[in-house]
Each structure stands twice: as structure tokens, then as C-alpha cells.
């Protein structure tokens, strides 16, 4: 899907509240929002947990999954020029990264979600400063 496809809209009352939501829980769960490792390490912790419950006792990881994604993206929205908008695409809308010109999208539940999926471990403190660094530091 190009960029064309995506609207974008300011953050509304309802998408404020829930993206300070979600820092919060963050947060009050452990993790520095300003510490990719802290994000990791919560995301290993929850994944070394979830191995270890029996499948069928197993919770749905999506709360848990949404919660490190967006605590990643304020990590990177804190770092660059990026901000929070309301993102429309084919899935329906979802809190996302956007730059100054409206070009650049970034979903950050997409990755954690996409790499729990696959399995991965060990890669989310990398990824986000990979992320960082391909959006350069802010501008004065």
C-alpha cells in the first residue's frame, strides 16, 4: 500500500487519551520510555513468560504488544521529527509516526507484532535505534 493510500489526521481527544494511555501502562509496567533496552527487555520478559505458560492457558498478547509498540514509537518520536497523527489505511485507522511533509508513515505496534508472529527475539533496542537513526535528530 503507497503512502497515497494512508489519511492522515491530527491526534483527536479520544486518540490523546489513548496514546497517554498506553505510555502510562508502559510505564507503571517498568518500562523507560526513554531506554530502547528497557522496552526490550520487557518485550524478552513477556515472550520468555508466554513460553513458559502452557499453550492452551495462554492470554491474547495483543494489550501487551500495542503497549511496547507505542512506548517504541514516543522513544522515537521523542528522538526525531516525527509526530503522532491518526493513520487511515486499508486496516482502518491506528496511532502512527508521521514527518513534517506527511511522506513517511511509521505503525510502531507493526514491527513488535510482526517479529512476536515470527518468533524473533533479541532485535527490538537495535530496531529502535535503527529507526532513530534513519529519521535523523530533530531540526532546531
Not at 12 to 24: E, K, P, Q, S, V
Not at 60 to 71: F, H, S, V, W
Not at 117 to 123: D, E, L, P, V
Amino acid at each position: 500500500m503507497s503512502n497515497s493510500d494512508i489519511r492522515i489526521q491530527p491526534l483527536d481527544r479520544a486518540a490523546h487519551r489513548a496514546l497517554a494511555g498506553w505510555i502510562a501502562d508502559a510505564q507503571a509496567a517498568g518500562i523507560d520510555i526513554d531506554d530502547a533496552s528497557s522496552m526490550e527487555k520487557a518485550y524478552e520478559d513477556y515472550f520468555t513468560s508466554v513460553q513458559e505458560t502452557p499453550a492452551a492457558e495462554r492470554t491474547d498478547p495483543t494489550q501487551m504488544l500495542t503497549m511496547i509498540g507505542i512506548a517504541m514509537g514516543e522513544h522515537v518520536q521523542r528522538r526525531t521529527d516525527v509526530s503522532w497523527r491518526v493513520a487511515t489505511d486499508a486496516e482502518g485507522p491506528d496511532l502512527a509516526l508521521v514527518g513534517t511533509d506527511e511522506t513517511g508513515v511509521f505503525f510502531p505496534v507493526d514491527p513488535v507484532a510482526d517479529n512476536w508472529n515470527a518468533g524473533q527475539r533479541g532485535w527490538l533496542a537495535e530496531f529502535t535505534e535503527q529507526v532513530v537513526a534513519s529519521l535523523g535528530a530533530p531540526s532546531a
